[in-house]
Every structure is written in C-alpha cells, then in structure tokens.
C-alpha cells in the first residue's frame, strides 16, 4: 500500500498564492482568506463555493483544500498562471 501525504513545498506555494492580490479572496463571493482552490481553472474559493462547485460535477469543476490535498505538478503550475484576478479578467473580457 502507498503512503498518501501533501507535498511541503506544493503546500507552501500554494499558500504564498493565496497571499496575493485578488487570491486573498474567494473569486466568487469575495469573501476573505479562501481555503479552497479549483485547480482546473486556476482559482481560489471560499469553503461554501467550494461546496457549490462540487455539486457542478468534476467534469466542469472539481476542487481541493490548499492545505490538505495533493496537487499534481501541472494544477499547481496553473494555479501560478492563472489566479483569481487573471480568471476575473478572462471571464469580464468574454462576458
């Protein structure tokens, strides 16, 4: 049987993340310090969103506690790419 743990540095990353910008926020309801992240579009959220994304399904979101999930290399490479404010401004310019 394999050992399951949270990669330190994944961690540690993802919480200097979260320290910045519009990342200090959850990207749907604005609500401080979100805990949660949905590595498929690069965003942070709050747990009650979190909740809310869940119910969509994995096939259009699925999410992750920054603090007690893994993250593979390529959803943490994303979440640096993308970011709240980044999303915010791809969604606005598509309306």
Not at 37 to 47: D, V
Not at 51 to 77: N, P
């Amino acid at each position: 049987m394999s050992e399951w743990k949270v990669d330190p540095d994944h961690r540690r990353r993802l919480l200097q993340l979260q320290k910045i910008g519009d990342n200090k926020k959850c990207v749907d309801c604005h609500a401080p310090n979100p805990q949660w992240a949905s590595p498929k579009f690069g965003i942070f959220i709050c747990l009650e969103c979190a909740g809310i994304h869940r119910s969509l399904g994995v096939h259009i979101s699925f999410v992750r506690s920054i603090t007690m999930d893994q993250f593979k290399d390529e959803e943490l490479i994303r979440m640096e790419k993308v970011g709240n404010a980044n999303f915010n401004e791809y969604m606005s310019s598509h309306g």
